[in-house]
């Protein structure tokens, strides 16, 4: 056997982006605990388990608690490093949140049980990341700091060696390359690493998706460039649009000297628990083979993610459109680069995406112009990666203010706000958080946890407060 200089490790997502990637984060926490002894002595440099869309989900679809989820996740894998992932100031939102709001959330991500928190921000824009960077630290979490990658003229080696740069000086610990769109292609990304390596001192993490059929040839090049962990999903839930496969990088690494160690009997065994899951999921409509395991090489040519993808195709079909789909797919680019050339990633993707669909449905570009596209071009959501195409801001906003500081700047503290709010439903201080995520959402599941209260212990439920005495 190879001596092993350079162990690499796996972070499985078989808890959180696999599920999302295929299936629409439709997996339950009951579908999770089976497997959790054996994940746990697997030897995983971390799973992936919350953050993304699966608080949404939890709340809005699986009537689970997102919070009690997490505590039991740690329960049953006291072993292993639990992560998650987050959108900078927005947290797992979709706006900016003000920054007592942000730290509070890391606070008690890091109570509950997550030892890793992996930000990052559609823009790169590393002011929308400090506060929760500085949070993590504050609390006793690992900071991985996500770089979210995309091709364009400004995208260069150079923007991305300077980006992590500015990461490493923030004070993280890790560093991402995260390829939400699978467009890093595996001779690119071998270059990216190395001059990574060579320029910052912290372990590089890729995390990418198999859409286009690259990403384990990817996933290899960046391993033998020297990257310190991959990103990866058991078999089940594996390649496709969620990440490569676990046991085959396993396997393929087996013997050389990049050996995981880890032990693929024990892999194939887990595996066999998750293939239950996937089929329930295939046969809820949750998940469909053939679209989440085709091959789509077009996200290349367009760089539209996947989720990015199935919205555009809902917009049209809506709009009684379809025959549109090519000329929406051409313009994504143009809007794209009249924007700024944002990656696209929530919540860009969405903005130049319906913006896209607009101009080509009204007949004249940016006739129609929605109030996120306006938000983007005023520079709400932060600092756009290259200047923006001034005419077409012109025709947007007018002469509304540019504004060019941290958009959270202009944010009071709202957290007692949000504390007011949800008064009448707070039974654990996580729930103003859930609140404050989701306002809508969370109401109906605090109505519908009242009612379950109600039903198994009527004499003791407090309605007045809806809390049950201790």
């Known amino acids: 056997m190879a001596e092993n200089k350079h162990r690499v490790q796996i972070t499985d997502t078989i808890l959180r982006d696999a599920h999302q990637s295929q299936a629409a984060t439709r997996m339950r926490l009951d579908e999770m605990l089976p497997a959790c002894e054996q994940l746990d002595k697997v030897g995983y440099f971390s799973l992936e388990c919350w953050g993304g869309a699966t608080f949404d989900s939890c709340l809005r679809f699986l009537n689970e608690d997102p919070w009690e989820r997490l505590r039991i996740l740690r329960k049953a894998l006291p ?26 959330f890391v606070k008690k991500s890091i ?3 997550i030892n890793i928190i992996r930000t990052f921000d559609a823009l790169n824009d590393l002011r929308n990341m400090e506060t929760a960077v500085k949070a993590t630290k504050a609390y006793g979490g690992k900071a991985e700091v996500a770089m979210s990658y995309t091709t364009s003229p400004v995208h260069t080696e150079e923007y991305f060696v300077k980006l992590a740069k500015g990461i490493e000086s923030m004070g993280a610990d890790l560093i991402c390359i995260k390829d939400m769109a699978g467009l890093l292609l595996p001779y690119n990304a071998y270059s990216l690493v190395k001059k990574l390596k060579a320029n910052t001192r912290l372990p590089i993490v890729l995390h990418t998706h198999n859409t286009a059929g690259t990403g384990a040839m990817t996933v290899l090049k960046a391993i033998e460039a020297g990257v310190d962990v991959v990103d990866t999903a058991l078999s089940p839930l594996g390649g496709g649009t969620s990440q490569p496969a676990t046991e085959s990088i396993v396997a393929v690494l087996k013997g050389t000297e990049y050996d995981t160690g880890l032990n693929e009997e024990l892999l194939a065994k887990i595996a066999e628990h998750f293939r239950g899951v996937a089929e329930r999921l295939t046969k809820d409509g949750w998940r469909d083979p053939d679209k989440v395991l085709s091959v789509n090489a077009k996200a290349l040519q367009y760089q539209v993610p996947g989720g990015m993808l199935s919205n555009l195709i809902g917009q049209l079909k809506q709009a009684n459109a379809m025959d549109k789909y090519y000329q929406v797919l051409e313009e994504v680019p143009r809007v794209r680069k009249d924007f700024g050339y944002p990656p ?3 919540p860009t993707s969405q903005i130049v995406g319906t913006q896209a669909v607009m101009n080509v449905l009204g007949g004249e570009r940016y006739k129609m112009v929605t109030k996120e596209s306006k938000g983007l071009l005023k520079g709400e959501y932060g600092r756009l990666p290259a200047p923006v195409n001034e005419e077409v801001r012109k025709k947007c906003i007018g002469d509304e203010k540019v504004i060019t500081h941290r958009p959270a700047d202009d944010i009071e503290p709202e957290l007692e706000k949000y504390r007011a709010e949800a008064a009448k439903w707070i039974q654990q201080d996580e729930d103003v958080l859930s609140y404050a995520l989701f306002p809508q959402v969370a109401g109906k599941y605090f109505e519908w946890r009242q009612a379950q209260q109600m039903k198994a212990d009527p004499t003791t439920f407090n309605k007045a407060n809806g809390t049950m005495p201790v």
């Not at 992932?85 to 709001?101: E, F, M, P, T, W």
């Open 111 to 113: 109570e509950n049980g």
């Open 79 to 104: 072993h292993t490093d639990l992560q998650m992932l987050l959108r900078g100031q927005n947290i797992l939102g979709y706006k900016h949140y003000a920054d007592d709001v942000v730290d509070y």
């Open 344 to 346: 696209l990633v929530t």
